[in-house]
T-cell receptor
Framework: QKEVEQNSGPLSVPEGAIASLNCTYS??????FFWYRQYSGKSPELIMS????GDKEDGRFTAQLNKASQYVSLLIRDSQPSDSATYLC????????????FGRGTSLIVHP | DVKVTQSSRYLVKRTGEKVFLECVQD?????MFWYRQDPGLGLRLIYF???????EKGDIPEGYSVSREKKERFSLILESASTNQTSMYLC???????????FGPGTRLLVL
């Protein structure tokens, strides 16, 4: 059973701080890693994808991947109240599967 | 922009009713998915389809069936609705990159 683990939170950070969201996965052969943002009552939307070890930056968002340790993280710099949402980590495994396994999500609250 | 639409945002049904949830995507995607999302349980895959008339069971197919008669349309059927099927139902399609999932707005189903 492939597993993707996230701390459910809530993670509470003050406006302007860095929010750090973490995700671990069990399938060592996983190739593709995604972060989705889901606002309350809305559907998930993709914000970042990462495929190789290291950092990938997109605006205020940085995804970090460490395949040896089997974790992927998302950093949000200069957090804004509008970043308050649930963040879902998704991992695509090995063997050519195109179906991702989702974590249960981490709730982020950015307070003014 | 990819657009995935679902037939209803909110639905209230009685126990034992047959329920149809429809999903349409406008990007000629081959792969489509049905998930349900419940608090604390995250996204769980019910069924997916990789082509017209082709379907595969996901992690929780019991009590559900699907239909894909046309490429753009993927329907989820609850043969005899039960209260434990009260949930948020999310449809998704997989982009041409075989990486990005695009979600519909979701249908919140209440079974009384």
């Amino acid at each position: 059973q492939k597993e993707v683990e996230q701390n459910s939170g809530p993670l509470s950070v003050p406006e302007g701080a860095i929010a750090s969201l973490n995700c671990t996965y069990s399938d060592r052969g996983s190739q593709s890693f995604f972060w989705y943002r889901q606002y309350s009552g809305k559907s998930p939307e993709l914000i970042m994808s990462i495929y190789s070890n290291g950092d990938k930056e997109d605006g205020r968002f940085t995804a970090q991947l460490n395949k040896a340790s089997q974790y992927v993280s998302l950093l949000i710099r200069d957090s804004q109240p509008s970043d308050s949402a649930t963040y879902l980590c998704a991992v695509k495994g090995s063997g050519g599967s195109y179906i991702p396994t989702f974590g249960r999500g981490t709730s982020l609250i950015v307070h003014p | 922009d990819v657009k995935v639409t679902q037939s209803s945002r909110y639905l209230v049904k009685r126990t034992g009713e047959k329920v149809f949830l429809e999903c349409v995507q406008d990007m000629d995607h081959e792969n489509m998915f049905w998930y349900r999302q419940d608090p604390g349980l995250g996204l769980r895959l019910i069924y997916f389809s990789y082509d017209v008339k082709m379907k595969e069971k996901g992690d929780i197919p019991e009590g559900y069936s699907v239909s894909r008669e046309k490429k753009e349309r993927f329907s989820l059927i609850l043969e005899s609705a039960s209260t434990n099927q009260t949930s948020m139902y999310l449809c998704a399609s997989l982009g041409g990159d075989q990486e990005t999932q695009y979600f519909g707005p979701g249908t919140r189903l209440l079974v009384l």
